[in-house]
T-cell receptor, first 112, second 113 residues
Framework: SAVISQKPSRDICQRGTSLTIQCQVD?????MFWYRQQPGQSLTLIAT?????????ESGFVIDKFPISRPNLTFSTLTVSNMSPEDSSIYLC?????????FGPGTRLTVL | GENVEQHPSTLSVQEGDSAVIKCTYS??????FPWYKQELGKRPQLIID?????GEKKDQRIAVTLNKTAKHFSLHITETQPEDSAVYFC????????????FGAGTQVVVTP
């Protein structure tokens, strides 16, 4: 299994600003993903973080709003840009060798 | 794309009884089906998974069954305990989208002593 940490664990931000969330895995993993989870809801995939190339975004999510970096096999960042209250949510990263995926603890974002 | 439906949305059981959660999927190419348990305020934790070349898998009190023909899979928890109370999510992925999951809506399981 992989142990995944995220920073920050929570933040309160003003609308119009940006927040970068970091995801660190304790071992090299092939696949990393970013999800969003509204309170009481299921997980929605935002994008696949590809090592050394541009992220692959799901329908409804765009690079300008959610730029993602993945400089190596253990680390990725997600930026939530030009935030609005609708971006308030929990953001989680996942990582794993192939199909098995382990989740970070999440970043709880509140946008005022 | 893949669509995963999960039922029921809530499940209340007496301690010691069994709990069953069912999921259906739409993409016949899906071949990996994990189950996650998420306690309030915590991260989803992988509790069991099954691949399409297997019909059933057990791990202590937890078992998962898969019916590829009907495109559904189920989580079975026996001898439930209060610590089994959580939200359970099923998910599905295909071999050309490793690790990329479509999640079900989740089942809130409440085990009462």
């Amino acid at each position: 299994s992989a142990v995944i940490s995220q920073k920050p664990s929570r933040d309160i931000c003003q609308r119009g600003t940006s927040l970068t969330i970091q995801c660190q895995v304790d071992s090299q993993v092939t696949m990393m993903f970013w999800y969003r989870q509204q309170p009481g809801q299921s997980l929605t995939l935002i994008a696949t973080a590809n090592q050394g190339s541009e992220a692959t975004y799901e329908s409804g999510f765009v690079i300008d709003k959610f730029p993602i970096s993945r400089p190596n096999l253990t680390f990725s960042t997600l930026t939530v840009s030009n935030m609005s209250p609708e971006d308030s949510s929990i953001y989680l990263c996942s990582g794993g060798p192939v199909d098995e995926q382990f989740f970070g603890p999440g970043t709880r974002l509140t946008v005022l | 794309g893949e669509n995963v439906e999960q039922h029921p949305s809530t499940l209340s059981v007496q301690e010691g009884d069994s709990a069953v959660i069912k999921c259906t999927y739409s993409d016949s190419a899906s071949n990996y089906f994990p189950w996650y348990k998420q306690e309030l305020g915590k991260r989803p934790q992988l509790i069991i998974d099954i691949r399409s070349n297997v019909g059933e898998k057990k791990d202590q009190r937890i078992a998962v069954t898969l019916n590829k023909t009907a495109k559904h899979f189920s989580l079975h928890i026996t001898e439930t305990q209060p610590e089994d109370s959580a939200v359970y999510f099923c998910a599905a992925s295909t071999s050309d989208s490793w690790g990329k999951f479509q999640f079900g809506a989740g089942t809130q399981v409440v085990v009462t002593p």
